[in-house]
Nanobody
Framework: VQLVESGGGLVQPGGSLRLSCAAS????????IRWYRQAPGKERELVAE????????NYADSMKGRFTISRDNAKNTVYLQMNSLTPEDTAVYYC?????????WGQGTQVTVSS
């Protein structure tokens, strides 16, 4: 199982980024995927999750209305569209899949929101 995040970078407050999580090594369309983030000095927190078919999503309260999670099962990829970013969104963003009872994480992608 491999998960590879991309799309992070430096963005100004109010800006947008789209993160990608490319998966391989398992039957991607069978599993829900979650995005997490970890800011310096803070615990890792759940950002959003999407069901295996993509027909159900959930968000942390602070992300509702600003972030959108989606997936393309034909491309084995999950996306996180992030709008109206603030400095508080600065963190390393990770995707996670739980496959056969085991948690698999990507290496993370850094998002920095700063002017």
């Amino acid at each position: 199982v491999q998960l590879v995040e991309s799309g992070g970078g430096l963005v100004q407050p109010g800006g947008s980024l789209r993160l990608s999580c490319a998966a391989s090594g398992f039957t991607f369309s069978w599993y829900a995927i979650r995005w997490y983030r970890q800011a310096p000095g803070k615990e890792r927190e759940l950002v959003a999750e999407i069901s295996s078919a993509g027909d159900s999503t959930n968000y942390a309260d602070s992300m509702k209305g600003r972030f959108t999670i989606s997936r393309d099962n034909a491309k084995n990829t999950v996306y996180l569209q992030m709008n109206s970013l603030t400095p508080e969104d600065t963190a390393v963003y990770y995707c996670k899949a739980k496959v056969h009872g085991l948690n698999y994480w990507g290496q993370g992608t850094q998002v920095t929101v700063s002017s």
